[in-house]
């Protein structure tokens, strides 16, 4: 079947400008994960949602980052007035819930120039 | 605070030749230990989970391993296919959606 898609796979943005990365998960599955790998680090947790739960924010490094998820399967992470140290690929997951294996997206490589 | 730490953070096979990448970790009420194979420019790839000590999970040329302080993926007679950074993330259970990842380690095999 499908795995989870991210968009844009590349994206370059000039620092001050908002940018949004898009996540479509695994059908039925219904916690979703974003992380952020920057070069020679591990990967970052950021933001997790299960189902109708309120999500869990404490990974986003600051209140320039956001995220949301529509109809409980599609999200979106927002970053708004970018800085070049956000630049990093950003990676979605989703779980069938959120105490099972994740299965990771291809990533969106941000680059703020 | 949940740690993880993988060694060694590199490794070089001739191939053929097994070995083994270590993870160590600390956290409360681990709810299972994830590791992941990452191939450069890809998101991580899931391999195996393991819920409690003594299990053994086994696919292909990999064998993982738990113990309650470390684990341990196991490569047997590799291949130059196998090279990938290979990633741990034991999950805790105060905080059941968020995998604290280890730095991998980076395995290279050499025909």
Same mark, same amino acid.
Do not use: M
């Given at each position: 079947?499908?795995?989870?898609?991210?968009?844009?796979?590349?994206?370059?943005?000039?620092?001050?400008?908002?940018?949004?990365?898009?996540?479509?998960?695994?059908?039925?599955?219904?916690?979703?994960?974003?992380?952020?790998?920057?070069?020679?680090?591990?990967?970052?947790?950021?933001?997790?949602?299960?189902?109708?739960?309120?999500?869990?924010?404490?990974?986003?490094?600051?209140? =320039?980052?956001?995220?949301?998820?529509?109809?409980?399967?599609?999200?979106?992470?927002?970053?708004?007035?970018?800085?070049?140290?956000?630049?990093?690929?950003?990676?979605?997951?989703?779980?069938?819930?959120? =105490?099972?294996?994740?299965?990771?997206?291809?990533?969106?490589?941000?680059?703020?120039? | 605070?949940?740690?993880?730490?993988?060694?060694?953070?590199?490794? *070089?096979?001739?191939?053929?030749?097994?070995?083994?990448?270590?993870?160590?970790?600390?956290?409360?009420?681990? *709810?299972?230990?994830?590791?992941? *194979?990452?191939?450069?420019?890809?998101?991580?790839?899931?391999?195996?989970?393991?819920?409690?000590?003594?299990?053994?999970?086994?696919?292909? *040329?990999?064998?993982?391993?738990?113990?309650?302080?470390?684990?341990?993926?196991?490569?047997?007679?590799?291949?130059?296919?196998?090279?990938?950074?290979?990633?741990?993330?034991?999950?805790?259970?105060?905080?059941?959606?968020?995998?604290?990842?280890?730095?991998?380690?980076?395995?290279?095999?050499?025909?």
């Amino acid at each position: 079947g499908a795995g989870v898609s991210q968009s844009p796979s590349n994206k370059v943005t000039e620092k001050g400008k908002d940018v949004e990365l898009r996540c479509d998960p695994i059908s039925g599955h219904t916690a979703l994960y974003w992380y952020r790998q920057s070069l020679g680090q591990g990967l970052e947790f950021l933001i997790y949602f299960q189902g109708n739960s309120a999500p869990d924010k404490s990974g986003l490094p600051s209140d =320039r980052f956001s995220a949301e998820r529509t109809g409980g399967s599609v999200s979106t992470l927002t970053i708004q007035r970018t800085q070049q140290e956000d630049s990093a690929v950003y990676l979605c997951a989703s779980s069938l819930r959120d =105490r099972h294996e994740q299965y990771f997206g291809p990533g969106t490589r941000l680059t703020v120039t | 605070e949940d740690q993880v730490t993988q060694s060694p953070e590199a490794l *070089r096979l001739q191939e053929g030749e097994s070995s083994s990448l270590n993870c160590s970790y600390t956290v409360s009420g681990l *709810r299972g230990l994830f590791w992941y *194979r990452q191939d450069p420019g890809k998101g991580p790839e899931f391999l195996f989970t393991l819920y409690s000590a003594g299990e053994e999970k086994e696919k292909e *040329r990999l064998k993982a391993t738990l113990t309650k302080k470390e684990s341990f993926l196991h490569i047997t007679a590799p291949k130059p296919e196998d090279s990938a950074t290979y990633l741990c993330a034991p999950g805790s259970g105060t905080s059941y959606g968020k995998l604290t990842f280890g730095q991998g380690t980076i395995l290279t095999v050499h025909p």
